[in-house]
């Protein structure tokens, strides 16, 4: 059992906004800005997306933005595409170690 | 570009240990930490351990402590990670990723999958 909550599935037609949660305790995504995001594809490695709770790497589309709130973060995709089906995945600093949420397969209809 | 390269799959025995290598290139070895992540089929992510390159003692999960041992290599710029006592329970696909400086993973190698049977 993974130790951040998210939603098993979402969906969206092309051009469409979905929102993926992930909600923690007060001991790791509430308690540090350091919530970051994973764009994972069948058989690939995890794709950095987003850190430090809404920050993008150089290269990730401006379709991909973070938010928080209290204990809960989110992964909103605007625009959806095709390519952008796939698993994702969040994780937050503990202060001591590192979690992640058990993932959500992003299904583009 | 950065680049992580990672040993071949394995197959092991229950009981049996397991040693993982990283190879690093694209950037300087030592000036960012690496992890060990590990992702058993359908499942999310398990973070494993982290290690400085520049030196210092690694540190594990918790749960992992006693089995995990994470080390590395400045001269070949090679991280490597050491599992023992497997059970089927450690059947995974095991990555390194690097710390990007923020708590967070910024590369990730291609993954290498351990097979634990009998």
């Known amino acids: 059992q993974s130790a951040l909550t998210q939603p098993a599935s979402v969906s969206g037609s092309p051009g469409q906004s979905i929102t993926i949660s992930c909600t923690g305790t007060s001991s790791d995504v509430g308690g540090y800005n350091y919530v970051s995001w994973y764009q994972q594809h069948p058989g690939k490695a995890p794709k950095f997306m987003i850190f430090?709770?809404?920050n993008r790497p150089s290269g990730v589309s401006n379709r991909f933005s973070g938010s928080k709130s209290g204990n809960t973060a989110s992964l909103t995709i605007s625009g959806l595409q095709a390519e952008d089906e796939a698993f994702y995945y969040c994780s937050s600093y503990t202060g001591y170690n590192w979690v992640f949420g058990g993932g959500t397969k992003l299904t583009v209809l | 570009q950065v680049q992580l390269v990672q040993s071949g799959a394995e197959v092991k025995r229950p009981g049996a240990s397991v040693k993982v290598s990283c190879k690093a290139s694209g950037y300087t070895f030592t000036s960012q930490n690496m992890h060990w992540v590990r992702q058993a089929p359908g499942q999310g992510p398990e973070w494993m351990g982290i290690?400085?390159?520049?030196?210092?003692?690694?540190t594990y999960e918790q749960k992992l402590q006693g089995r995990v041992t994470v080390t590395r290599d400045t001269s070949t710029s090679t991280v490597y990670m050491e599992l023992s006592s497997l059970t089927s329970e450690d059947t995974a696909v095991y990555y390194c990723?690097?710390?990007?400086?923020?708590?967070?993973?910024?590369?990730w190698g291609q993954g290498t999958l351990v097979i634990v049977s009998s």
């Open positions: 430090d709770v809404s």
């Open positions: 290690i400085n390159p520049s030196g210092g003692s690694p």
């Open positions: 990723a690097r710390d990007s400086g923020r708590h967070s993973f910024d590369h």
